[in-house]
């Protein structure tokens, strides 16, 4: 039947995936330590080895087994491609492009698809091991991936990015690499919607005739592609939603010397992309002053505070922050790293603070809204000078948290309020109407009630994982006197532990 020629197709590629390269042999492990690990003793960790240095330190301080310790550390599987590229002007050159898979303790796995020239084998390892416990720190039931292409997006043309994108998406599936319930992509460092779009248009034109949830095969999709409202400014929302839990916990603050909430309080952001506008608008709104901004080509202060809205206005006509009126040019912009405030959002790239810079650093609270901006050295340091980190794996997990829900909403077929919202009107509106009777008056005015839209249950779906992964966070760092990144390691070490205990493994 066609039923059973379906599970044995899926019970064979299952049996490829299990046959992929693994980095867990001891000459790849010692091949790694050499190659991406310090060099000398002052010399900082590469970024895969930063995540494996929080890992150790943290596992230290759990009674985990250390068989399964090596399970849940090491990248499952591998991906490196190369694949030609007729450039505009009738030249060949050669792309390179890779993706890894942390962990299959939950599928699918998730994660972005970066395009930089920086990007490589160690980088993007890390970032799918990142992921994993990303994802398990927020409940979201995926292991970790990541994936990049080794370009300058700015150096080629639309044309030539969709045939860079259309055919590494070929190269992935050729590999059994994406898929809706396989390996889920999504937008990262120099991608967005465009490229997810035409992942999705790629992927459909291979399987959508026998995969009806073909759409489900990336995430981070425009609204017209089955992408989800609110996905755009999602990281930024959960970075503020992140500082709202850590600012509204009275022992924290009294560590710091700060009071309670975030109203009043100063900002500098390092990085003015999408995580650093939308997270500086939130804070803005939320009675935050911005007070500075820093970006690669210059930086900008203001010490009564800098409007989002219009800074980011000012970026996208101009090109630079530089300028801004009412504001003080910043010619060095790593300075503000170093300036006096009460929150510093790193937004930008990997080991931004390291051991070399960090005693300069005097901001109380810093919320690592880019992926390893802080080294372990580094770290050590600030927990040491009583300065409070909010980790990264928990306060930039809002992407991976609405990328989820726009995966639910693939599989489900239906946007989110389509089947409640009027229903919600009409059960308020009898309520109102119930009252007025009982009263016996008319109410003079009522607030207007629409009923929940799609973006309404996203903000909420996300404040709530962020409240509650907070409070886990809190709990662990406090039962074990630890920092909150240790307290949020902790936290998710003990859960995927669990689910491999339970499970069971399969040799």
């Keep these: 039947s066609s039923f059973l020629i379906k599970m044995l197709r899926r019970i064979a590629s299952a049996g490829s995936r299990s046959l992929r390269p693994a980095v867990t042999s001891t000459a790849a492990r010692a091949f790694s330590a050499s190659k991406f690990g310090p060099n000398a003793e002052n010399e900082e960790p590469r970024f895969l080895e930063m995540v494996k240095i929080f890992f150790d330190q943290a596992a230290a301080k759990t009674d985990i087994g250390k068989d399964h310790l090596e399970l849940m550390k090491e990248c499952r599987s591998v991906l490196r491609v190369s694949f030609p ?89 050729r590999k059994n690499f994406i898929g809706p319930g396989i390996d889920v992509p999504a937008p990262d460092m120099g991608t967005g919607g465009r490229e997810m779009a035409w992942m999705k248009d790629t992927y459909s034109m291979l399987f959508a005739n026998n995969d009806v949830n073909a759409a489900g095969c ?45 109203e009043g309080k100063t900002v500098v952001i390092q990085g003015f992309g999408n995580v650093g506008v939308w997270a500086a608008r939130f804070m ?54 170093y300036a006096d405030c009460d929150i510093l959002i790193p937004a930008a790239a990997e080991k931004s603070i390291t051991r070399e810079n960090v005693a300069r650093v005097k901001a109380k609270i810093i919320g690592e809204a880019a992926n390893g901006p802080i080294t372990p050295a580094a770290d050590n340091h600030l ?17 991976v948290t609405v990328s989820y829900f726009e995966w639910l909403k693939n599989l489900s077929h239906v946007r989110f309020g389509r089947m409640t919202r009027k229903w919600e009107r009409q059960v308020q509106d009898n309520l109102v109407s119930s009252l007025q009777e009982q ?60 689910i491999y205990e339970e499970a069971g493994l399969t040799l």
């Design 85 to 173: 590229l007729r450039r505009d002007d009738g030249s060949i050159e050669t792309i390179l492009g890779y993706r890894a898979e942390h962990s299959f303790h939950r599928v699918p796995v998730k994660g972005g698809i970066r395009y930089a020239d920086v990007v490589d084998l160690q980088e993007v390892e890390a970032l799918a091991s990142l992921m994993t416990f990303k994802c398990a720190m927020v409940d979201v039931p995926f292991g970790g991936g990541k994936g990049g292409i080794k370009l300058d997006p700015k150096k080629y043309s639309v044309g030539e990015l969709e045939r860079v994108t259309r055919r590494y998406t070929m190269e992935l599936a």
């Design 218 to 262: 990336v995430t981070g999709k425009p609204l017209s592609q089955g992408g989800i409202d609110g996905r755009t400014e999602a990281t930024g929302l959960g970075v503020y939603y992140g500082l709202r839990e850590v600012c509204d916990q009275q022992d924290f603050m009294d560590k710091v010397g700060l009071p309670t909430g975030i």
């Design 284 to 337: 803005h709104n939320a009675g935050a002053k911005v007070v500075g901004i820093a970006e690669y080509n210059g930086g900008i202060w203001n010490e009564n505070g800098i409007n989002p809205v219009e800074l980011d206005d000012y970026k996208a006509k101009h090109g630079k922050v530089t300028g801004f009126p009412g504001c003080t040019d910043v010619e060095d912009a790593t300075e503000l790293l």
């Design 383 to 399: 927990y040491n000078n009583g300065q409070l980190v909010v980790p990264d794996l928990y306060i930039n997990a809002g992407g």
């Design 439 to 498: 009263l016996g008056r008319q109410f003079d005015e009522l607030p207007v009630n629409s009923g929940a839209t799609e973006k309404d249950i996203v903000y909420s779906g996300l404040d709530e994982t962020m409240s509650v992964a907070a409070q886990q966070m809190f709990e662990s760092a406090r039962q074990n006197n630890v920092s909150l990144r240790m307290g949020a390691y902790m936290s998710v070490l003990g859960k995927i532990h669990k």
